[in-house]
């Protein structure tokens, strides 16, 4: 549905030239909720305003459903109107001069799509049906709340039946509960309706809820693209680690085991072993990455690979889990445990704990990828 | 980084914008600079020269007019700082009632000409006839009159009093802009009001409050009609009339060469004062907090002081805009000028009312009309191109376009119109002595103003409102038609209507550029009032009237549509 190939756009600043996207490729099937993940500046909002037509791409090729609407050679751009789109801003773009029901029918009746004033009230009717807000159309757009406004939005760019939806960060301006409650009704409407949807965002927790697919940037291009689960499970690199949930990092060196694992590797807690199936040879400088839900712990010392003993030091309850803070030989390491009578007591000062070899990632450190 | 650039960057227009802002703008400057070395008639060969600047720079004239000049612009700020500091302070700080009113009022009086308040002084105050003057002396038995209104001191005390509602316009949007907790805090901390106000509010105030006066103090240097009306009568010259008086000496051809090198000093002497201004101002920023919506901060009650607070807003607004208003009502009534009693009631007439279209003339009416309809449309459709480009576009030298819209501001009126006048002549342009020169003048005067609004107003335009049309398959055409002009529309008519009334008001140009063909109102009042001062008067009245009904009315409508959207 969407085809993005070697696309790539700079922005020349104050500073010099910044390279914004390098030659990212990206495919997104009919019907797929793909979210681009990454922190600011990575370059996913460039690559969304590619997509739309508001930003004309340096390089590469954009395909919306088999028609390419940009492309360096031959000269292609298709204007953003022309692309038969719909769109939600971080800001919402509601048109502050317009109550509600012209707010959804404007581009309906002034776009390129310009209907008959009868389809114009059934689409805007039908819409506002979608977001519940039905009775609201005289509305002036200033009185609605954040929340309000958001599913006007909603309901503007589901009024134009787009192709494709765009979304720029479209929760980040409301507070936590409605942004849990829309993130559902977004991706319910979505999959009901099919739209293939592409969505920018900086939250990993809306990616792991919302995404059939998630591509992590970083720098202008794409570290790994995978569904929320493969992702958090199978990060390929320390950056998607790092940005994806927790994960705790034991520095060391490769000195025994086969090419593809499992792997011997020196740590200052001793020697542990990695079940992982990168490929990484002898005397290579790696981290160990283990989740603190992974983090098993046990009273006696358990007869199990890479089980150590540490000291607790500090202890935080969540109510359905608690994270303590363990310590050995100078490396801090969290675990999160959530069964209920839990493992350790309040009077317990050091506990046993286990990486179990399966659980432990594995990846290139960063001086050795260099 | 941010990315909210988008696709509309508009090819070569913002370059021709520049091309052309910087051609009008740089154009009559330019010539002035190198008329100001040369002598004889602009547009008639003669030589390059230094005399212009040797002959101002060694002669004992130049320094006095120059004293005069700062004298002047001391007097003036003086005054303002007297009226104005407590009167922002009521506005801005205070539960004074009925505050809304007193700030329509003062926006008024900013737009009533400063000529028309200083013809009402010479009424109320001139040395013969004086209302006042004759009125102490007869009180007292005095042989002479106690007050002169033809000296420096009466003309910074009047031009003060006009300048004051702008800068407490100033000042208390600086007011508006100080963080609320800086003094909360202090309050919480057992400090009182007095305190308060002493030790953390004045402080916090002083960068604003300097950078407010500089201002005014180069305002005042640069006015014209106050020291020319009151000024002129006993030759106390300043730079801009010493300017005006060389272009139209009352015997004599002008001179150009001389009055070009008095305008390029006086120019730099305004351009050092800006130039603190601006760092001032600058220093005045890093105190100001933006705060956030809905935050609104507590006001001082005034409580039994209430009316003491009303005593100062009438203690200004008397002498400032009552007095001088009711004199010209006085005066629009007699044929020959009368103190006021009961006494000469009978010989009061409404004859210069019912001539008034006479007296003014319909050339003087559409010339007047075409000044403030063309001016103001041309104004508000260059700001609004100009400020896109700088608002929105990526266009690399913005910056320089912003400045250089900005840049007629710091140039007084006199040296522009004396600019433009060099200008037409040395070209040859057959605009020079029409209405059209006027509308030339005040458009690139105003241009600085136009585009400053417009920026502020495109900035709160978010470019997401645009791209949603764009994106839902809107043209840009029709994103510009159903989107944007709505939303700015408001704005643009403020703006048009402000500068419409301004071009009414104005007169420096006008004069300076004068001739039989582009009289407007305010040249007509100017040449009138020797010849028929009731009639004059009787315009002068007309004229107040007219711009309040326009401002109020337009004001109440404007705001409701711009709050409506905010």
């Given at each position: 549905?969407i085809?993005?190939?070697?696309?790539?756009?700079t922005?020349?600043?104050?500073q010099g030239?910044v390279k914004a996207?390098?030659e990212?490729?990206?495919d997104i099937?009919?019907?797929?909720?793909c979210?681009?993940?990454?922190?600011?500046g990575?370059?996913?909002t460039?690559?969304?305003?590619?997509?739309a037509g508001?930003?004309r791409?340096?390089?590469?090729?954009i395909?919306?459903?088999?028609?390419?609407?940009n492309?360096?050679?031959?000269?292609?751009?298709?204007?953003p109107?022309d692309r038969?789109?719909g769109m939600i801003?971080?800001?919402?773009a509601?048109?502050?001069h317009l109550?509600?029901f012209?707010n959804i029918?404007l581009?309906?009746?002034?776009?390129k799509?310009?209907?008959s004033r009868?389809?114009?009230r059934?689409r805007v009717h039908?819409a506002?049906d979608?977001?519940?807000?039905r009775?609201?159309e005289?509305?002036r757009?200033?009185e609605?709340?954040g929340?309000q406004?958001?599913?006007v939005?909603?309901?503007r760019?589901f009024?134009?039946?787009p192709?494709v939806l765009?979304?720029?960060?479209?929760?980040?301006?409301?507070?936590?509960?409605?942004?849990?409650e829309?993130?559902?009704?977004?991706?319910?409407?979505t999959s009901?309706?099919g739209?293939?949807?592409?969505?920018?965002?900086h939250?990993?927790?809306?990616a792991?809820?919302?995404?059939?697919v998630?591509?992590?940037?970083?720098g202008g291009v794409?570290l790994?693209r995978?569904?929320?689960?493969?992702?958090y499970?199978?990060?390929?690199?320390?950056?998607?680690?790092?940005?994806?949930g927790d994960m705790?990092?034991i520095?060391g060196?490769?000195?025994?085991?086969g090419l593809?694992g499992?792997?011997?590797?020196?740590?200052?807690l001793?020697?542990?072993t990695?079940?992982s199936?990168?490929?990484?040879?002898?005397g290579?400088?790696?981290?160990l990455?283990i989740?603190?839900?992974d983090?098993r712990l046990y009273r006696?010392?358990?007869q199990?690979?890479n089980a150590?003993?540490?000291?607790?030091?500090?202890r935080?309850?969540?109510?359905?889990?608690?994270?303590y803070?363990?310590?050995?030989?100078?490396?801090?390491v969290?675990a999160?445990?959530t069964?209920y009578p839990?493992?350790v007591?309040s009077?317990m000062?050091?506990?046993f704990?286990?990486?179990?070899?399966?659980?432990?990632q594995l990846?290139?450190?960063?001086?050795s990828q260099? | 980084?941010?990315?909210?650039q988008?696709?509309l960057?508009?090819?070569?227009t913002p370059?021709l914008?520049?091309l052309?802002?910087l051609a009008l703008v740089l154009?009559?400057?330019?010539?002035t600079?190198w008329?100001?070395?040369r002598?004889?008639?602009?547009?008639?060969?003669?030589?390059?020269?230094?005399?212009?600047?040797v002959?101002?720079?060694?002669s004992?004239?130049?320094?006095?007019?120059?004293l005069n000049?700062?004298?002047?612009g001391?007097?003036?700020?003086?005054?303002v700082?007297?009226?104005?500091l407590p009167l922002?302070?009521?506005?801005g700080r205070t539960?004074l009632?009925a505050k809304?009113?007193?700030?329509t009022?003062?926006?008024v009086?900013i737009?009533?000409?400063?000529f028309?308040?200083?013809?009402?002084w010479i009424l109320?105050l001139?040395?013969r006839?004086?209302?006042?003057?004759?009125?102490?002396m007869?009180?007292?038995?005095?042989?002479k009159a106690?007050?002169?209104i033809?000296?420096?001191?009466?003309i910074?005390?009047?031009?003060?009093?006009?300048?004051?509602p702008?800068?407490?316009?100033m000042?208390?949007?600086a007011?508006r802009g100080?963080?609320?907790?800086?003094?909360e805090s202090?309050?919480?901390?057992?400090?009182?009001y007095s305190?308060?106000?002493?030790?953390?509010?004045l402080?916090?105030?002083?960068?604003?409050?300097?950078?407010?006066?500089?201002?005014?103090?180069?305002?005042a240097i640069?006015?014209?009609?106050?020291p020319?009306?009151?000024g002129?009568?006993?030759?106390?010259f300043?730079i801009?009339t010493l300017?005006?008086?060389?272009?139209?000496p009352d015997?004599?051809?002008?001179?150009f060469g001389k009055a070009?090198s008095m305008?390029?000093l006086?120019?730099l002497?305004?351009?050092v004062?800006?130039?603190?201004?601006f760092?001032?101002?600058?220093k005045?920023?890093?105190?100001a907090?933006?705060?956030?919506k809905g935050?609104r901060?507590?006001?001082?009650a005034?409580?039994?002081?209430?009316?003491?607070?009303?005593?100062?807003?009438?203690?200004?607004?008397?002498?400032?805009l009552?007095l001088?208003?009711?004199t010209?009502?006085?005066a629009?009534l007699?044929?020959?000028l009368?103190a006021?009693?009961?006494?000469?009631?009978h010989?009061?007439?409404?004859?210069?009312?019912t001539?008034?279209?006479d007296a003014?003339?319909?050339?003087v009416?559409k010339?007047?009309?075409l000044?403030?309809?063309i001016?103001?449309t041309?104004?508000?459709t260059?700001s609004a191109l100009?400020s896109?480009v700088v608002?929105?576009s990526?266009?690399?030298w913005k910056?320089?376009?912003?400045?250089?819209?900005?840049?007629?501001?710091?140039v007084p009126?006199?040296?522009f119109a004396?600019a433009?006048?060099v200008?037409a002549?040395?070209f040859?342009?057959?605009?020079y002595?029409?209405i059209?020169?006027?509308?030339f003048?005040?458009a690139?005067?105003?241009l600085?103003?136009?585009?400053?609004?417009?920026n502020?107003?495109m900035?709160?335009i978010?470019?997401?409102l645009?791209e949603?049309?764009?994106v839902?398959?809107?043209?840009?055409?029709?994103v510009l038609r159903k989107?944007?002009?709505?939303?700015?529309?408001?704005?643009?008519l403020?703006?048009?209507?402000?500068?419409?009334l301004?071009?009414l008001r104005?007169?420096?140009m006008?004069?300076?550029?004068?001739s039989t063909?582009?009289v407007?109102i305010?040249?007509q009042i100017?040449?009138?009032?020797?010849a028929?001062?009731?009639?004059?008067?009787a315009l002068g009245?007309?004229?107040v009237?007219?711009?309040?009904?326009v401002?109020?009315v337009?004001r109440g409508?404007l705001e409701?549509r711009?709050?409506?959207q905010?």
């Amino acid at each position: 549905m969407i085809r993005i190939t070697g696309l790539t756009k700079t922005y020349q600043t104050g500073q010099g030239t910044v390279k914004a996207v390098r030659e990212i490729s990206l495919d997104i099937k009919t019907g797929e909720f793909c979210i681009l993940l990454g922190p600011s500046g990575c370059g996913k909002t460039t690559t969304l305003r590619c997509v739309a037509g508001l930003e004309r791409p340096d390089l590469g090729e954009i395909v919306i459903e088999d028609t390419v609407v940009n492309s360096h050679q031959p000269q292609i751009y298709v204007a953003p109107e022309d692309r038969g789109l719909g769109m939600i801003f971080q800001s919402y773009a509601i048109w502050p001069h317009l109550n509600v029901f012209q707010n959804i029918a404007l581009p309906l009746q002034h776009g390129k799509r310009k209907l008959s004033r009868a389809e114009v009230r059934d689409r805007v009717h039908e819409a506002l049906d979608l977001v519940r807000l039905r009775g609201m159309e005289t509305r002036r757009a200033t009185e609605l709340s954040g929340g309000q406004q958001q599913r006007v939005a909603l309901a503007r760019a589901f009024a134009c039946k787009p192709k494709v939806l765009l979304m720029d960060e479209p929760l980040s301006n409301l507070d936590a509960k409605l942004r849990e409650e829309m993130r559902f009704e977004i991706k319910q409407i979505t999959s009901g309706k099919g739209i293939t949807a592409l969505y920018v965002t900086h939250d990993q927790s809306e990616a792991l809820v919302m995404a059939d697919v998630v591509a992590v940037m970083h720098g202008g291009v794409i570290l790994q693209r995978g569904s929320p689960a493969d992702l958090y499970r199978n990060p390929e690199n320390l950056e998607v680690a790092q940005f994806l949930g927790d994960m705790n990092f034991i520095q060391g060196r490769k000195v025994d085991g086969g090419l593809r694992g499992p792997h011997q590797v020196e740590t200052p807690l001793g020697i542990l072993t990695s079940a992982s199936a990168r490929e990484v040879s002898r005397g290579n400088a790696v981290v160990l990455g283990i989740r603190p839900e992974d983090v098993r712990l046990y009273r006696e010392k358990p007869q199990a690979d890479n089980a150590l003993f540490t000291s607790i030091v500090h202890r935080q309850f969540l109510g359905n889990a608690t994270v303590y803070e363990l310590e050995c030989n100078g490396v801090r390491v969290f675990a999160r445990a959530t069964i209920y009578p839990t493992p350790v007591d309040s009077n317990m000062d050091g506990i046993f704990a286990v990486f179990d070899p399966s659980c432990l990632q594995l990846f290139r450190s960063a001086e050795s990828q260099k | 980084m941010k990315t909210n650039q988008g696709v509309l960057e508009g090819g070569k227009t913002p370059l021709l914008m520049l091309l052309l802002t910087l051609a009008l703008v740089l154009g009559p400057i330019g010539t002035t600079i190198w008329y100001s070395f040369r002598t004889g008639l602009p547009g008639f060969p003669s030589p390059y020269t230094l005399k212009n600047y040797v002959g101002a720079l060694s002669s004992p004239d130049t320094y006095r007019i120059f004293l005069n000049t700062l004298g002047l612009g001391v007097g003036t700020m003086i005054t303002v700082l007297c009226f104005g500091l407590p009167l922002a302070l009521l506005l801005g700080r205070t539960d004074l009632p009925a505050k809304n009113f007193w700030l329509t009022v003062l926006s008024v009086e900013i737009l009533i000409p400063g000529f028309l308040k200083a013809f009402s002084w010479i009424l109320l105050l001139n040395p013969r006839t004086g209302i006042i003057n004759v009125a102490i002396m007869g009180l007292l038995g005095l042989e002479k009159a106690p007050i002169n209104i033809y000296s420096l001191p009466a003309i910074s005390f009047i031009q003060g009093l006009s300048l004051t509602p702008p800068a407490v316009f100033m000042i208390v949007s600086a007011f508006r802009g100080m963080d609320v907790s800086l003094e909360e805090s202090a309050r919480v901390h057992g400090m009182g009001y007095s305190t308060i106000t002493r030790k953390i509010t004045l402080p916090l105030m002083m960068p604003a409050l300097v950078a407010a006066l500089l201002y005014y103090f180069v305002t005042a240097i640069e006015t014209f009609e106050i020291p020319a009306i009151l000024g002129l009568p006993s030759r106390i010259f300043v730079i801009t009339t010493l300017i005006y008086d060389q272009t139209n000496p009352d015997a004599g051809l002008p001179n150009f060469g001389k009055a070009s090198s008095m305008g390029i000093l006086l120019t730099l002497l305004s351009s050092v004062g800006l130039y603190f201004y601006f760092r001032t101002l600058k220093k005045a920023n890093q105190y100001a907090v933006i705060t956030g919506k809905g935050y609104r901060r507590k006001e001082i009650a005034l409580g039994k002081w209430k009316w003491a607070g009303i005593g100062f807003m009438l203690f200004y607004l008397v002498p400032a805009l009552i007095l001088p208003f009711l004199t010209l009502i006085w005066a629009s009534l007699f044929r020959y000028l009368q103190a006021p009693s009961l006494k000469v009631l009978h010989l009061a007439s409404l004859d210069a009312y019912t001539k008034i279209i006479d007296a003014a003339g319909p050339a003087v009416l559409k010339n007047t009309g075409l000044l403030m309809v063309i001016t103001a449309t041309v104004v508000m459709t260059l700001s609004a191109l100009i400020s896109w480009v700088v608002v929105r576009s990526r266009f690399k030298w913005k910056k320089l376009l912003d400045s250089a819209a900005f840049l007629p501001h710091a140039v007084p009126s006199v040296v522009f119109a004396l600019a433009l006048a060099v200008f037409a002549l040395t070209f040859r342009l057959p605009i020079y002595g029409t209405i059209f020169i006027l509308m030339f003048g005040n458009a690139i005067k105003s241009l600085g103003w136009g585009t400053r609004s417009l920026n502020s107003t495109m900035i709160q335009i978010h470019r997401d409102l645009e791209e949603a049309g764009q994106v839902h398959g809107m043209s840009r055409l029709q994103v510009l038609r159903k989107v944007i002009l709505p939303l700015i529309g408001p704005s643009l008519l403020n703006g048009w209507m402000w500068i419409a009334l301004l071009a009414l008001r104005e007169v420096t140009m006008a004069l300076m550029l004068y001739s039989t063909r582009n009289v407007v109102i305010s040249t007509q009042i100017w040449s009138l009032w020797r010849a028929d001062t009731a009639q004059a008067a009787a315009l002068g009245v007309v004229l107040v009237v007219v711009i309040a009904i326009v401002w109020f009315v337009a004001r109440g409508i404007l705001e409701r549509r711009i709050a409506m959207q905010s």
